[in-house]
Structures are given as C-alpha cells and as structure tokens.
C-alpha cells in the first residue's frame, strides 16, 4: 500500500493537505512522508487549509463515501427504512443483514479521516502558533474526529480507538469497549467545547460550540445520562439562533435549523449524495432505493413530512415512493449549491430534551418539546396535562423520531439498537433472516490479518 498525496476542492478555493489513505486500517508502509514537516503548519492559513481539507475529505468520494451518503444508505438497508429495487445484489447484504467481513467502507473511510485528524492535532500540537489559536483548530479537528468514531461504535461495537498516527501503535491496537470509546468522546468533547471559544459562531459550515452540544447531546443519550443530554439540548435551544422552518425550507443551505452542514464540492456534479442516492434519473424511473411500506404506514393522516419529504414514482404500475428531503439530484459543475448536507439540526435538540425529560419523569416539559416538531408537521399538538406513563410516552417520542429522521444519518438504524427495540422490529419485519447478531456489523477481515489483537464480531468468520 502507498501512501497518497490528496488535493481537496472547497468552495471556490482549492485547499491543500497531505493526506494517507489506506486500503486498511493502520497500514502504513512509509508514514513519514506526507504532512510531516512543521512547515505546512508554520502559519495559520496552512492550518486552514488543512482543517477545511479534512471536511471536504468526508464528502469528496462521490457515492462511495460513508459519511457522504452511505451513513443514511446501509443503516436504512439494515434497519426497517428503505429497501433495494434494483437487481444488482450490491446492496442485498446490507438489506437482509448477511454482511460478510469482505464489507470494508464504513470502517476504512471513518478511520482514513480519523488517522488524517490526528496527524493535524500532533501538527498543531508541535507548531508555533498561539496557543488560543492552536486550542479552537484542535477543538474543530477533535469534534470531526469524535463524529466519525460516534458512527463507528454504534456500527461495530467495540473499536480500536487510535489518538495517535503513529503506526507502530495503532497497527497492533486492540478493540476499546463501547464505554471507552463514549468515555474518550466524552473528554475530548467536553475539552473541545472548552477550547473552541467564539469560532466559527457566524457560520454553520464549521464545528462550533453548538456543534460541539450537539453531538455532546446525541451522545448522553446514547450513554443514558439524561440530566446531561437535556442540559446541552437545551443550550442549543435557548441560543436562539437555530429556528424551525416550515417543512420545504429544513433542508436548504439557507435553513435556520442547521447546526451543522457538509458542504458537497463544487466539481461533482451532485448535490447532497442522498439526492444522487434517492431521487430517480426521470419521472418514470424507478429509484434505485424505496421506502417499505411499514415507514410509509407509520405516517399519521395529515402528516405534512409526507407530502413534503416523500415523492414516489409509477413504474410498471408499482408505485414506488422514496425520500425526498433533498430535491436536487444534480447540478451544473461550478455552480451554487441549493442544499448542502445537514449534519445537525434543531429538531434533534428538541427530540432529544423531549426523551431525556420523559425518562426523567418531566412528562409535561417532554410533551411540550414533541408538540414543537409536531406543529412543525401540521399535526395537532398532544395534551401537555395528559395523565400518561413513562413507557406509552417514550413510544410516542420513539415513533416521532422515526418520522422526523427518516432516511437520515442513520438515525432509526442506530434508534432501533439504542432502545433495546432492534432484534422485535426486525425479526418481524425480516423473519428468518434476522439474526441477533447482525446488530452489529463484522469488522473487515483484512484488517484482523494484519492486526493479532483485533477481534471480529460474534456470528461473522
């Protein structure tokens, strides 16, 4: 394996950074010649150009990305989202959950950008910048890394957990327990948050501290820290800046429900990836990707993320309906972005505090918090004084985040596992060909070969 020298594209300015992409993770045959040298970071415009690199790496692989599409496309497989209408049997592992350790993208691509974050954080550590200068690049740099390991322990369970790009350590790592890893997060989100100050306050382009509570937020929850996860809900919320547009407008780059946006690249000629991935080539083609009926039917009657964010298509007098939240499936090469990719947005925060509130026993507060994102889907609002348990409570807030985040991030893939409901939905949906253990996803087996201490998964050779 070589290593690579990758110039990346944001906006209208070319940035550069050195980058090592592996076919496997942690093999490197000669780390010490890309980005090695303090000089690319002898200023702060290299050190910009290196952060705004390591964004553009997430969504410059086309389709074949994880994070630029295939973070929405094989959860929604895996879980009870979308299903494939094609007859290529491209996508059937991931649909009838029989992955096999030959699956390697959403390992490798996470860990390529985690390995090129830390080669930045030790750039960074080692230059002769200022040291507030050197605190918010390092807190913009650790928050990317913490997304990709986020989606990483949720897919795979326990994972080797790599803060140094040194190979001699990370090429025999063995796999961190999913407590580690949150515990990790946790530290380094929280030291970020610290750190990063009053960056990037004026953009939604870049990590800030939002950002930084937004994923903070996600991640108590995962953790079951509820006091915690409502407090940095509630920060994003009360900032004030971040609003709820009405349905048409949540996922354009203008929205004021972004918190956070990947940018696409200018030189493709697609949009967001889940546009390209979605939406069909004509009117009377069939998406390579449909909705299952048992989302289709969850929708309540009136329900205006229906008619606003499903689209179908008559094929063969099938009807085939798909998501349709980003409208713009190509555009012309060089030209303005009309939606860029929404990493965070409010309707989380609020879905979020609304949960750990009703886990906390605030039924009031949790009812009031739903009635917020089901004004916004023109549904009637549910009685804040109602007399209702914890648990019918918690199945109505479970059933609203399955709508709201649909063919989204992953997000009812990773919701299934989290509550405990994953091996019920699916064993009814898929029958025989759910097993228990394709919760998780088998790590690929080059990389075992290569490393003695790392483990594959139960129920994958």
């Not at 998501?323 to 555009?331: G, N």
């Amino acid at each position: 394996m070589k290593n690579k020298l990758h110039f990346f594209k944001y906006a209208s300015v070319i940035f550069f950074i050195a980058l090592v992409s592996c076919d496997k993770f942690i093999e490197i045959d000669n780390p010490i010649d890309q980005l090695t040298t303090d000089e690319v970071f002898s200023d702060s415009s290299t050190v910009e150009s290196a952060i705004l690199g390591l964004y553009v790496q997430q969504i410059t692989s086309g389709t074949s990305g994880f994070l630029n599409g295939n973070v929405t496309v094989y959860p929604g497989l895996s879980s009870d989202e979308i299903y494939n209408t094609s007859a290529s049997a491209s996508f059937d592992p991931f649909l009838n959950n029989e992955l096999s350790s030959t699956t390697t993208l959403s390992w490798t691509n996470p860990y390529n950008i985690i390995y090129s974050s830390n080669i930045i954080l030790e750039k960074l550590e080692r230059s002769s910048l200022s040291s507030s200068y050197k605190q918010s690049a390092k807190a913009e740099v650790i928050f990317i890394r913490a997304l990709n390991y986020f989606y990483l322990v949720n897919l795979y369970g326990a994972v080797p957990m790599a803060l140094t790009s040194d190979y001699r350590i990370t090429s025999t790592l063995p796999r961190s327990s999913e407590d580690r890893v949150y515990n990790q997060l946790i530290a380094d989100l929280k030291a970020a948050q610290n750190d990063i100050g009053s960056a990037n306050e004026s953009t939604t382009l870049r990590v800030n501290q939002w950002a930084i509570s937004a994923l903070l937020a996600r991640i108590y929850l995962f953790t079951n820290q509820y006091d915690l996860a409502k407090a940095e809900a509630t920060k994003v919320i009360a900032r004030g800046k971040y609003i709820l547009p009405d349905l048409s407008n949540t996922f354009l780059s203008s929205s004021t429900e972004a918190i956070l946006q990947f940018v696409p690249p200018i030189t493709q000629i697609f949009g967001v990836a889940e546009a390209y991935r979605f939406i069909p080539s004509s009117a009377t083609a069939r998406p390579t990707f449909a909705l299952t009926e048992s989302l289709i039917n969850s929708f309540e009657s009136g329900d205006g993320r229906k008619s606003k964010w499903l689209n179908q298509n008559t094929v063969a007098g099938k009807v085939y309906a798909y998501p349709y939240k980003y409208k713009t499936r190509s555009v012309v090469v060089g030209a303005a972005k009309p939606e860029f990719n929404i990493v965070f947005r409010l309707g989380e925060m609020y879905l979020i505090r609304s949960e750990a509130n009703a886990i906390l026993g605030n039924n009031f507060d949790a009812i009031a918090d739903l009635n917020v994102i089901r004004k916004r889907a023109l549904l009637s609002e549910l009685d804040k004084n109602q007399s209702i348990s914890k648990e019918d409570l918690l199945i109505i807030i479970n059933h609203e985040n399955r709508i709201e985040f649909f063919a989204e991030w992953g997000h009812r893939w990773l919701d299934l596992k989290r509550t405990g409901q994953v091996d019920l939905v699916l064993q009814n949906l898929k029958g025989d060909k759910w097993q228990k253990t394709a919760a998780v996803y088998p790590i690929p087996l080059s990389d075992i070969k290569q490393n003695p201490n790392l483990t594959q998964n139960e129920g994958y050779n």
